[in-house]
């Protein structure tokens, strides 16, 4: 995703932002790997090949970062901790304004706890059970293949409109497991807001209903107020916050 920023310090003054998939050297504008859900990414200069195309200046930000800015400004708050749950699982820990980026680039990449719902389900980065190989869309969508589920059935949404109990118990299963790994970050980290955001965010009453009750019964006393919101947000937060990530360090 590329958005274009105009009029950054004065007429004239343009650069490119990015949100993109992967671990992401921000400072070189590098995909340095990715899962076998993009398969080829991984290594990609980004910011210099598509500086090389439009002659500009290009910031890459990771997409679970870049939504994450994308959600405080929309929250208006400084600090959260954004779980984005689409295709796989990303998101970040937002500190004033700030993603909080890791030592090796990864920060964020939450797909990557282990979840109790996905025992001996293969996630995308090669490892076993997962929070992403059971409650992202493609997870949720393996969990209700894997106990027979319809194979004319191919996504999220197509699930979310099915009545039948195991299509129900498969989007419960997705939303129990992200909802307990929210409320273990919450115990580990202390944010002031947690929000869940992307595509499954979507995914109606059963899934929501799973999240908000494992969230609850996760939490430990000192967190137990910790709000939890559910973003209806799309492709444009992740934007906006890859261009509100960009602006300022041209404005530094
Ligand atoms: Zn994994």
Redesign the pocket.
């Known amino acids: 995703m590329v958005g274009l920023l105009e009029g950054l310090r004065g007429p004239g003054d343009v650069g490119v932002a990015i949100s993109a998939a992967g671990v992401v050297d921000v400072g070189a504008g590098r995909v340095l790997s990715s899962?076998n859900s993009i398969a080829g990414w991984g290594g990609t200069p980004l910011a210099e090949l598509v500086s090389a195309r439009v002659g500009l200046p290009v910031w890459v930000l990771g997409d679970g970062n870049a939504f994450g800015v994308g959600l405080a400004i929309e929250y208006g708050v400084p600090d959260l901790l954004a779980l984005v749950a689409g295709t796989g699982i990303g998101g970040s820990l937002v500190l004033d304004g700030e993603p909080v980026l890791g030592a090796h680039h990864a920060g964020g990449h939450f797909?990557?706890v282990v979840s109790a719902e996905a025992a001996g389900m293969p996630?995308?980065?090669g490892?076993i059970g997962?929070l992403?190989?059971v409650a992202s869309g493609s997870g949720i969508l393996a969990w209700y293949h894997a106990n027979g589920g319809d194979p004319a059935v191919t996504t999220t949404r197509d699930l979310t409109r099915r009545t039948d109990e195991l299509a129900r118990t498969a989007l419960h299963t997705g939303g129990t497991a992200l909802g307990a790994a929210a409320a273990g970050l919450v115990n580990a980290i202390d944010p002031r807001l947690v929000v869940v955001a992307g595509s499954v965010a979507r995914a109606g009453e059963v899934w929501e209903s799973a999240l908000r009750t494992a969230y609850r019964g996760g939490l430990i006393p000192a967190v137990a107020e910790t709000p939890l919101e559910v973003s209806g947000g799309g492709a444009e937060t992740a934007l906006r916050g890859a261009a509100h990530y960009v602006m300022r360090r041209m404005k530094a």
């Open positions: 899962t797909g990557h996630c995308p980065c490892r997962h992403e190989a």
